[in-house]
């Protein structure tokens, strides 16, 4: 018996036999819409951060997962506790887009990580150097020495860095204490530090409630808050990249317009008080979505110091990394709609 199928598939034309695959598979995938195919992904995921109030509207909203329905594409959030974070899933392609600070990226990008940066999400003064209400310290050159919190490759750090070399230190002149943010912030109420590079909302949060003071701030020295893509994902599907973007700005121009409900999703989402939303909000610029030379420049900026602090490696072209990260054609396309 087996030696006579055998022989009768033997005996088929080759054309036949290539046409019943053919429509084998093609069953097969009509079967399984939700599979993945070189047009559409199976399943978009992105990172919500409570440093980007832009990502809470659009998760609550729900307004993605309205928008791909009909192409049975499915819609996942992840949550971003930094910067870092945001990179380490992006790289592990845990995410297809991460919010990051724009100069977190940049470390991201030189150390091989595969992202582009694509949108604005804020211009934020999120970052200041603090200590608690009862601390001595008021300049950043008192910081010799002593014990400073904060989480490497995001951009609270990276203001440290950058703080330091305005007074002529680096990281070798202070005890760096590597924490999360949130971490960070206890560790500065109970004592264990002299000093926190804050991140909010968890230093408005401590500002508001312990009286910590904002002793050092400098808006310049905060990068934009970008969102960054997988290169390989903006190269598979550039119209859904195109489509994020759309319903990301959609969220952006609401939340301008309805400053009071933002405050209310920001609230609901991070578990804040009223007042420390509000202290985030009010040093939170949503107004420009638009990526381009002028963050390439404050990123370039922060870039040259952490090359100076050993952060990224000497062999490293700033300038080439900083203009192969920033690519500003899907905004573009989405604004000239």
């Given at each position: 018996?087996?030696?006579?199928?055998?022989?009768?598939?033997?005996?088929?034309?080759i054309?036949?036999?290539?046409?019943?695959?053919?429509?084998?598979?093609?069953?097969?995938?009509?079967?399984?819409?939700?599979?993945?195919?070189?047009?559409?992904?199976?399943?978009?995921?992105?990172?919500?951060?409570?440093?980007?109030?832009?990502?809470?509207?659009?998760k609550?909203?729900?307004?993605?997962e309205?928008?791909?329905?009909?192409?049975?594409?499915?819609?996942?959030?992840?949550l971003?506790?930094?910067?870092?974070?945001?990179?380490?899933?992006?790289?592990?392609?845990?995410?297809?887009?991460?919010?990051?600070?724009?100069?977190?990226?940049?470390?991201?990008?030189?150390?091989?990580?595969?992202?582009?940066?694509?949108?604005?999400?804020?211009?934020?003064?999120?970052?200041?150097?603090?200590?608690?209400?009862?601390?001595?310290?008021?300049?950043?050159?008192?910081?010799?020495?002593?014990?400073?919190?904060?989480?490497?490759?995001?951009?609270?750090?990276?203001?440290?860095?950058?703080?330091?070399?305005?007074?002529?230190?680096?990281?070798?002149?202070?005890?760096?204490?590597?924490?999360?943010?949130?971490?960070?912030?206890?560790?500065?109420?109970?004592?264990?530090?002299?000093?926190?590079?804050?991140?909010?909302?968890?230093?408005?949060k401590?500002?508001?409630?312990?009286?910590?003071?904002?002793?050092?701030?400098?808006?310049?020295?905060?990068?934009?808050?970008?969102?960054?893509?997988?290169?390989?994902?903006?190269?598979?599907?550039?119209?859904?990249?195109?489509?994020?973007?759309?319903?990301y700005?959609?969220?952006?121009?609401?939340?301008?317009?309805?400053?009071?409900?933002?405050?209310?999703?920001?609230?609901?989402?991070?578990?804040?008080?009223?007042?420390?939303?509000?202290k985030?909000?009010?040093?939170?610029?949503?107004?420009?979505?638009?990526?381009?030379?002028?963050?390439?420049?404050?990123i370039?900026?922060?870039?040259?110091?952490?090359?100076?602090?050993?952060?990224?490696?000497?062999?490293?072209?700033?300038?080439?990394?900083?203009?192969?990260?920033?690519?500003?054609?899907?905004?573009?396309?989405?604004?000239s709609?």
């Open positions: 018996m087996i030696n006579h199928r055998y022989r009768f598939f033997h005996r088929l034309p054309w036949l036999i290539s046409v019943t695959l053919i429509f084998c598979a093609s069953i097969l995938n009509a079967c399984n819409p939700n599979q993945a195919t070189a047009d559409r992904p199976d399943t978009i995921r992105l990172d919500y951060a409570y440093y980007n109030p832009v990502s809470l509207v659009l609550q909203k729900g307004w993605l309205d928008e791909l329905k009909p192409d049975n594409v499915k819609v996942e959030w992840v971003s506790q930094g910067s870092n974070k945001a990179l380490e899933f992006l790289n592990a392609r845990s995410l297809d887009f991460g919010s990051t600070a724009g100069a977190a990226a940049l470390i991201g990008k030189a150390n091989g990580n595969p992202i582009k940066s694509i949108y604005v999400y804020s211009k934020p003064e999120w970052t200041a150097l603090v200590t608690r209400a009862d601390s001595p310290i008021q300049t950043v050159a008192e910081l010799k020495g002593k014990k400073v919190a904060a989480t490497r490759g995001t951009d609270p750090y990276i203001f440290l860095l950058r703080s330091l070399d305005q007074v002529g230190l680096s990281q070798n002149d202070i005890e760096l204490v590597q924490l999360q943010h949130a971490d960070g912030r206890t560790a500065l109420e109970k004592g264990d530090v002299d000093a926190w590079a804050g991140l909010d909302p968890h230093m408005a401590t500002e508001v409630e312990k009286g910590s003071k904002l002793f050092f701030r400098n808006p310049d020295f905060n990068s934009y808050g970008v969102l960054n893509v997988r290169e390989e994902f903006s190269q598979t599907y550039p119209n859904y990249v195109e489509r994020v973007l759309a319903t700005e959609k969220a952006r121009q609401w939340a301008q317009q309805h400053p009071a409900e933002l405050k209310q999703v920001l609230v609901q989402e991070s578990k804040l008080t009223d007042a420390v939303a509000a985030q909000l009010e040093r939170t610029d949503l107004s420009n979505a638009q990526i381009g030379d002028r963050q390439k420049q404050v370039l900026a922060a870039g040259n110091v952490l090359k100076k602090s050993g952060v990224i490696k000497e062999s490293v072209d700033v300038e080439q990394t900083v203009t192969t990260l920033i690519d500003p054609q899907f905004i573009a396309k989405v604004a709609r």
